[in-house]
């Protein structure tokens, strides 16, 4: 029988932990911080700082342009942070990684804004210093 044989399971989570000198609560928060509450990486939020430069230049009445200089008209009746996607979508679609059968769905648009409110809410602080340098 070899090392891990013994520690199939949760009951071998538990007992490799207890042999390793940690509880039962220092596992579940190792857990968590690697699994369910990642690190964005610096890319991530450099990308999603540009919907904030978007956000803030809506908000100061200018008008937006894309990656390539060109100005992008507002929607009637478009949210404010649809229009911010909108003008940068091309960015988007070729740095962040989604599933492809998304990139041409409606919901394209909801998996971005969702992922710039958690981000943002997690990381205002840098998220805003980055978006400032981009203005």
């Not at 690190?39 to 978007?54: A, D, G, H, M, T």
């Not at 009445?61 to 060109?70: A, E, F, P, T």
């Not at 990684?97 to 648009?109: E, L, S, T, V, Y």
């Amino acid at each position: 029988m070899s090392d891990s044989e013994g520690y199939l399971g949760w009951n071998g989570v538990r007992k490799l932990a207890k042999k390793l000198g940690y509880d039962w609560f220092d596992v579940c928060d190792i857990l968590w911080k690697t699994k369910h509450h990642k690190q964005p990486s610096y890319s991530e939020i450099l990308l999603f700082s540009v919907i904030r430069k978007n956000l803030i230049r809506i908000e100061k009445g200018k008008h937006l342009r894309d990656v390539y200089g060109n100005l992008i008209r507002r929607n009637v009746g478009e949210e404010d942070v649809h229009y911010a996607i909108r003008v940068d979508l091309d960015l988007f679609k070729k740095n962040h990684k989604i599933k492809k059968q998304w990139k041409n769905d409606p919901n394209f648009f909801k998996s971005i804004r969702q992922k710039y409110e958690n981000l943002y809410k997690r990381f205002p602080k840098e998220m805003n210093k980055h978006a400032a340098m981009m203005e």
